[in-house]
């Protein structure tokens, strides 16, 4: 895993606003779950929310992976580079 630290994606502002867009609503949505434990709210209610987060966590995760697989590994199958094949496969493995 030494390349994930040497490699590096260009994001147009637009793009790095969405995901941070994104990324604040998932810090809101964990922030209101921290607050609903110290309320001691029913545990039904809590449980909804996190399914609320995960799904949004989820869904940022699908935007970059179809990023990924559209940019950087297109790319890098136009390159040659024939290690990007086992990274696509070790990243289908993980989702």
């Known amino acids: 895993m030494a390349d994930c630290c040497e ?3 260009r994001r147009d502002e637009q793009k790095k606003k969405n995901i941070n867009d994104r ?13 609903m434990i110290e309320e001691d709210r ?9 399914l609320a987060a995960e799904k949004s966590l989820r869904s940022l ?8 697989v559209h940019h950087c590994i297109a790319n890098g199958i136009k390159e040659g580079d024939e290690s990007i094949v086992e990274e696509i496969s070790e990243l289908f493995k993980m989702f």
């Open 7 to 9: 490699k590096k994606t």
């Open 23 to 35: 990324l604040n609503r998932i810090n809101g949505q964990i922030n209101g779950i921290k607050k």
């Open 42 to 50: 029913y545990c039904k209610d809590i449980l909804i929310q996190l």
């Open 61 to 68: 995760s699908n935007l970059i992976l179809n990023d990924h």
